[in-house]
């Protein structure tokens, strides 16, 4: 490739999907930019794009393309401003990834007011209890809860996440309200199991003793394998949950969900920012995590 201006008018053609609308946006010919991505597809050995007369569409090839081009055109902007100052505004794209409980509940409602902030700004955010690949899917930071366990990333601790007890007010009319661990057994209690996989054993009900934490097996007429669906089944009342302090809260405080045993909550989850390699992060890279961990903190023991 001569230069980075074929990448351009490709990506811009490709999310237009016009090559009018994107030679207009870019100020420039529209046979030009049809010619220059012609030759494009030419030197790359591939066809990028299906042209009808009503409208442009990626081919297979060309959305894997497209998702290297935006990367390769995001790290010349880096290069571009690396050496700028950091009171210059923030550009390009963002692309990061952490549990959806955690962007439902703190990140999204706070994201207005900062990419007002920030207009320049281009964020993915992926929402997921997946553990994403961070080179392979091309993410430049996650937020991970729980202990990170590849030692070829790179993690930055935010601290330990808030988790508490809680039930539904109709669950706990029905059953009564514990008081110790030992009511949990005797009022007849039940739990909702999360399990990341079907089949394996559940974790049980994970509460403090004075060497650390031990589990007690409860049973349950329900089991979920993503976060959501447990705090769902958590507000319908088919048991017991244990989850976290940020995402709980909203339901607490419209009375959805009743906090129960306060002094027995499991053990706080580590949070930590993950990063792919020790290289200079981008200023918006460093933006975002400083604010999201600001934003986070009130959740954190």
């Known amino acids: 490739m001569k230069n980075l201006d074929a990448l351009i ?5 490709a999310e237009l999907k016009s090559f009018t609308q994107a030679a207009e946006s870019l100020g420039i010919k529209k046979g030009r930019a049809s010619l220059v991505v012609r030759e494009l597809e030419h030197d790359i050995g591939t066809t ?11 081919t297979e090839d060309g959305r894997a393309f497209y998702s290297r081009a935006r990367d390769l055109l995001s790290e010349a902007e880096e290069l571009k401003s690396m050496f700028a100052d950091e009171g210059m505004p923030l550009r390009g794209r963002l692309r990061v990834d952490m549990p959806a409980v955690l962007a439902q509940s703190v990140v999204i409602p706070a994201l207005p007011q900062w990419l007002n902030a920030h207009p320049e700004l281009e964020l993915e955010l992926s929402s997921t209890d997946r553990r994403v690949d961070l080179v392979q ?19 930055r601790p935010l601290g330990h996440l808030r988790m508490i007890n809680a039930a539904s007010p109709g669950y706990l009319e029905r059953v009564g309200m514990p008081q110790t661990i030992d009511d949990l057994l005797h009022q007849g209690h039940r739990m909702v199991h999360y399990m ?7 974790d049980g009900w994970e509460y403090p003793t004075g060497e650390g934490y031990k589990s007690l097996m409860l049973p349950g007429t329900v089991r979920v394998n993503s976060v959501p669906a447990y705090h769902e089944a ?55 995590m400083n604010w999201t961990e600001e934003i986070l903190r009130p959740y954190f023991d």
Do not use: M, W
Request: proline content about 6%; glycine content about 10%; aromatic content about 6%.
């Open 196 to 202: 990341r996989n079907f089949g394996s054993k559940p």
């Open 9 to 13: 008018i490709f990506a811009r053609v």
């Open 137 to 155: 899917e091309g993410f430049d930071c996650v937020v991970r809860l729980g202990p990170i366990v590849d030692e070829t990333l790179i993690a």
């Open 234 to 288: 958590g507000l319908a009342g088919l048991g017991l949950i244990q989850g976290g302090y940020s995402s709980l809260l909203p339901h607490i405080k419209r009375g959805a969900l009743i906090e129960i045993l306060p002094d027995l909550r499991p053990a706080p989850l580590a949070a930590s920012f993950v990063i792919a390699h020790r290289r200079n992060l981008s200023q918006r890279v460093k933006a975002f």
């Open 48 to 58: 990028l794009l299906h042209r009808t007369t009503r409208t442009v569409q990626l």
